[in-house]
């Protein structure tokens, strides 16, 4: 079975902070993707990777950041956390790119920033 | 604006009734993959189909991708309080990558 990990389920931090959201896979799955879902507005994708030190912008990476340097590791950077990257974030992994590339997704982490 | 939207955004249905949920696009899809999230949590992978007219099945589950590719379904039989949680479905609009968009999603609750 494939497993993607969420470092932490939940997470209080303050405005300014620097935050770190680490997603681990354990499938040698060369894509790996973070997502922010928030009602109303869905699944967005923020940042994916195709490989190693290889990272891509979704369609809002605005205050964000990305750090895949293994294979298995892909890490999510707030970089001075605010009040609206309050969200639940998903982290998700494939084999395959393409369109039968089925993602994984990890069990989320819900950030509060104060 | 939403490439994907789902139907209805939120269903209640009586244990042992039968339900569908719809997921249509403007665009054809070269790939239409159903998820389960119950809340609070992440998303579980239950199908995924790529081509028109295809259909596929688990347990008391089915999907189905129309023809023209633009138009899914996914039908559960007799439902159980265990189906309860938000169903979503995510497309590949292109041959390319494997980027997905994800339609709004259905809250479903079923009432013992």
């Known amino acids: 079975d494939v497993k993607v990990t969420q470092s932490s389920r939940y997470l209080v931090k303050r405005t300014g902070e620097k935050v770190f959201l680490e997603c681990v896979q354990d499938?040698?799955?060369?894509?790996m993707f973070w997502y922010r879902q928030d009602p109303g507005l869905g699944l967005r994708l923020i940042y994916f990777s195709y490989d190693v030190k290889m990272k891509e912008k979704g369609d809002i990476p605005e205050g964000y950041s990305v750090s895949r340097e293994k294979k298995e590791r892909f890490s999510l950077i707030l970089e001075s956390a605010s009040t609206n990257q309050t969200s639940m974030y998903l982290c998700a992994s494939s084999k395959s790119r393409g369109p039968k590339g089925i993602q994984y997704f990890g069990a989320g982490t819900r950030l509060s920033v104060l | 604006s939403q490439e994907l939207e789902q139907s209805p955004q939120s269903l209640i249905v009586q244990e042992g009734k039968n339900l569908t949920i719809n997921c249509t696009s403007s665009?054809?899809?070269?790939?239409l993959y159903w998820y389960k999230q119950k809340y609070g949590e992440g998303l579980i992978f239950l199908m995924m189909l790529q081509k028109g007219g295809e259909e596929k099945s688990h347990e008391k589950i089915t999907a189905k991708l129309d023809e023209k590719k633009q138009q899914s379904s996914l039908h559960i039989t007799a439902s159980q309080p265990s189906h309860a949680g938000i169903y979503l479905c995510g497309a590949a609009t292109n041959n390319a990558g494997n980027m997905l968009t994800f339609g709004g999603g259905t809250r479903l609750m079923v009432k013992p």
């Open positions: 665009k054809t899809l070269y790939g």
């Open positions: 499938m040698d799955h060369e894509n």
